[in-house]
């Protein structure tokens, strides 16, 4: 009987027999096929769109004949074929063995300047998450973070007094004096508010797409962009790069300067955390980079607002240059944020100094980014966006369960009075997706942003990469909106937006302790080690009964220390927030506590050593004294002489006497 098989790479056509198994097709098949397919991941169906789908390893003891197969017509029956290729890569996800880390090589390499490889080119790893796939009644299945679950529930209107217009009594309302909307363009341009925030702006795209007053079922209103070729098409021809369609390749880009913000404000929980992060430039002129770790509250001064409180300046292992920083593998992540999620806490941004001191003794640094230079660079761009790509933001209301992020960027660098100020941003939501897309590259020219060629370096064709037009907006000359290609580089501004930040009238900090070291600042004389534990609690005053745990960077490294329990560390962090006596005596009775006790008592903290002095016996020889006294006014400054000194001039005197 003759066989008709449809593949993503073609028809094939082969003569077998009923008594045949499906084995005996197997052997017949797979050597027609490329050499890249993997024969374990070979499905059969009796639909284009899926159907009774069975693999073909799985039935391959059974026979033709047994599943019904006939021959209907003089072409045969027609049956669909699929697979996938060994190593393929899909939006960034290998099928293989592949390490994760692998997938950011291409662009890693990229902004280090080293040549890339076709076979590394892969986009940015996105989270698990990532495709083109719509969710079905996202409201129902996708959990939010409270703080967006109370926004939700608010109407958000914004509330006005009794106008010199209205003419009605103390209980009416009209044009003048109703509520207006928390995304009305005359109240934030009279607030100078820039942007309005991310719930007004879901629900002002809401207003426009669902008209409950028809009687129409309910479409997510947030969509977040999507530039990459969408897998899997249903139009039935090979998987790119081979074949592509309308269906499945993504439209064109026109960019233009997103309208809303994500998280509006950056607050500072108390001016000690930027000044000890600025202590290694101080100490040292090198850059220096950090994680934010904080929360996300209400922010009134936005309607509807987000702002990020920042509690801690977590320091990764890099290495640092007056001109830049290089991180390093920063392989205690997860347990960083296991301490920070028991405090409260989760990353919310990050933070980097570009500072150079001005030279006049005053601690002033030279301004470097302004409105003729640069903002915020290229690569800076490219590196925030990386960032924010790996901390989604999940929202019931978007098609895909995810819309934006709440991940922030501050840049501390010198401003035009020669102060040491702070910048915050965030990237769009385009800026994001085309760096998963893998579409941009960073430039030479910190205000141009490069959009990359479909070839590589070597001239080849990208199997992973699709370019597509991109066009951006601007106000010509003449004041006129017009757009343009934006090939071959485009202006930053397009991708990013601005934040305000600041800090409290009356600071309230929830870690109030700072004498610990801050951690991998080996490089400047500051190591976190037991003793330091040891003095920073003080283990070796019986008249201590308080505990001095309130400093993130004294919690992780006892985490570090393995010592505590998981219940034990539970109770440390709460007694760290909140500071609770009962909760302290608590962890002090503790079997775990009582041996990290031991341990700093053991090997902590010494106690300094009493000072000597030096007696004369009458005959001219001095001899040490155990018995420690006052130097008198007279002969002060020979106490502060080095001992090394004094105790040459015991030797000297002593062969004299012999003399």
Not at 9 to 24: N, P
Request: proline share 7%.
């Amino acid at each position: 009987m003759l066989l008709r098989l449809r593949s993503p790479d073609g028809m094939f056509r082969l003569t077998i027999e009923k008594e045949d198994s499906f084995g005996d097709l197997a052997a017949q098949l797979v050597p027609k096929l490329p050499p890249t397919v993997d024969p374990k991941t070979i499905t059969l169906s009796n639909s284009p769109t899926g159907g009774d789908i069975k693999n073909l390893a799985e039935i391959s003891q059974f026979k033709i004949g047994q599943v019904g197969l006939r021959q209907a017509d003089s072409h045969g029956d027609l049956i669909f074929l699929n697979y996938q290729h060994q190593g393929a890569v899909t939006d960034g996800i290998t099928d293989g063995n592949q390490p994760k880390s692998d997938s950011l090589l291409s662009s890693t390499n990229r902004l280090n300047g080293k040549p890339i490889l076709p076979t590394e080119d892969h986009p940015i790893d996105p989270p698990p998450n990532t495709s083109a796939e719509r969710i079905k009644n996202p409201w129902e299945v996708v959990r939010q973070a409270p703080l967006d679950d109370r926004l939700d529930k608010k109407d958000g209107k914004i509330s006005r007094k009794r106008d010199k217009m209205c003419r009605h009594g103390p209980k009416g309302m009209c044009d003048y004096c109703m509520p207006l909307d928390p995304f009305n363009a005359q109240y934030l341009e009279e607030k100078k508010i820039k942007y309005m925030s991310v719930h007004a702006y879901m629900r002002k795209i809401n207003s426009a797409t669902n008209k409950p007053e028809l009687g129409s079922s309910f479409i997510p209103p947030l969509v977040e962009p999507y530039y990459r070729v969408k897998r899997d098409c249903s139009s039935g021809h090979p998987e790119w790069p081979e074949g592509i369609c309308t269906k499945c390749q993504p439209s064109a880009i026109i960019l233009q300067p997103q309208q809303f913000r994500t998280v509006d404000h950056v607050e500072f929980a108390s001016p000690q955390i930027i000044d000890k992060f600025l202590d290694a430039w101080r100490r040292t002129g090198s850059q220096r980079l950090g994680i934010l770790y904080g929360r996300h509250m209400e922010y009134e001064v936005v309607p509807l607002g987000i702002k990020a409180v920042v509690e801690a300046i977590y320091e990764p292992p890099q290495v640092d240059e007056s001109d830049g920083i290089s991180l390093n593998a920063w392989e205690n992540e997860q347990e960083i944020n296991k301490i920070a999620k028991l405090c409260g806490l989760e990353q919310v941004g990050v933070i980097w100094t570009d500072l150079l001191d001005a030279g006049k003794g005053d601690g002033s640094a030279v301004c470097k980014r302004h409105a003729d230079s640069y903002f915020l660079a290229s690569q800076e761009v490219i590196f925030a966006a990386r960032l924010q790509a790996q901390h989604p933001k999940a929202s019931k209301w978007s098609d895909t369960g995810r819309f934006g992020s709440n991940f922030v960027t501050c840049v501390i660098s010198g401003n035009e009075k020669g102060e040491i100020s702070i910048s915050s941003y965030q990237m769009s939501n385009d800026a994001v997706e085309m760096v998963r897309a893998d579409i941009v590259e960073p430039s030479a020219d910190p205000t141009q942003m490069l959009v990359r060629e479909e070839e590589e370096d070597d001239g080849s064709v990208s199997r992973t990469r699709y370019i597509p037009e991109v066009f951006y907006r601007r106000i010509n000359e003449y004041g006129a909106n017009v757009q343009e290609n934006a090939k071959p580089a485009f202006p930053v501004e397009y991708l990013f937006v601005t934040l305000t930040h600041g800090f409290p009238e009356a600071p309230k900090p929830l870690f109030t302790d700072s004498g610990f070291p801050i951690e991998n600042r080996e490089y400047v004389g500051e190591a976190q080690e037991v003793s330091a534990v040891a003095k920073a609690l003080k283990v070796n005053q019986k008249d201590n009964n308080s505990l001095n745990v309130s400093d993130f960077h004294l919690l992780c490294f006892l985490h570090q220390m393995s010592v505590l329990s998981k219940e034990e560390e539970a109770l440390l962090c709460r007694v760290a927030i909140h500071g609770d006596l009962a909760e302290a005596f608590q962890l002090r009775s503790t079997t775990g506590w009582q041996t990290l006790a031991m341990i700093l008592q053991s090997t902590g903290e010494r106690l300094p050593k009493r000072p000597r002095s030096f007696e004369s016996d009458g005959i001219g020889n001095s001899r040490p004294s155990l018995i420690a006294r006052r130097p008198a006014d007279d002969d002060r400054d020979d106490a502060r002489e080095p001992l090394a000194k004094r105790f040459a001039a015991v030797r000297l005197n002593g062969l004299d006497d012999r003399r």
